[in-house]
């Protein structure tokens, strides 16, 4: 697996390092090194993530893996992508946007997020899917997800999503009303 490459935006980094998250209920771990990238290949890290993931009980990181080697989804279709969060250049957090099959709409999927479970509740997993939410702004008219938990449903809520009753989808949010940023 590669190291991630750079994105559209500059040396691998999306334009959201930040420092309104060191409000962590821990004063030693300040979260304020935390960088969003876009990426390209297969961080060597996945492998941990997958590993937590999996203790959590989702296999959804293990199907990103799987889909990744297959060549079924590398999210690298146009207005595609696939963005890292990552803390003193530790992944903690993955996230892809892919064309939702489903529909044949003008609509993303947003797919695979995941924060590492001591690395939530400081915005990393919000700061990811808004960069992947710009990111669809700039060529998509909404996008959907599927989730299965209420951590999830309660998540995407307060990330701007509307619960939708869809075989295919559990939220969606309308891009017409956001903003459209020049580059991602």
């Not at 697996?1 to 821990?26: E, K, Q, V």
């Not at 999927?109 to 919000?126: D, E, K, N, P, T």
Request: contains cysteine; proline residues 5%.
């Amino acid at each position: 697996m590669d190291r991630p490459t750079a994105g559209p935006s500059g040396p691998g980094m999306i334009s959201l390092l930040f420092g309104d998250l060191s409000h962590s209920p821990d004063p030693g771990q300040c979260m304020s090194q935390v960088e969003i990238r876009h990426i390209t290949h297969l961080p060597a890290q996945i492998l941990a993530l997958e590993k937590e993931a999996i203790g959590e009980g989702f296999r959804f990181i293990t199907r990103l893996i799987a889909e990744w080697h297959s060549g079924a989804n590398r999210f690298d279709a146009p207005g595609e992508c696939f963005m890292a969060a990552y803390l003193n250049q530790q992944l903690i957090g993955i996230g892809g946007l892919s064309v939702d099959p489903y529909v044949k709409t003008n609509t993303a999927r947003l797919r695979r997020v995941y924060v590492s479970a001591s690395s939530r509740g400081h915005h990393v997993g919000q700061t990811l899917v808004k960069a992947l939410v710009a990111h669809a702004a700039l060529r998509f008219q909404s996008v959907r997800l599927a989730t299965d938990t209420s951590a999830g449903d309660a998540f995407y809520l307060k990330c701007g999503f509307m619960r939708i009753d869809h075989d295919d989808a559990t939220h969606s949010m309308c891009l017409s009303s956001i903003e459209r940023p020049t580059e991602v």
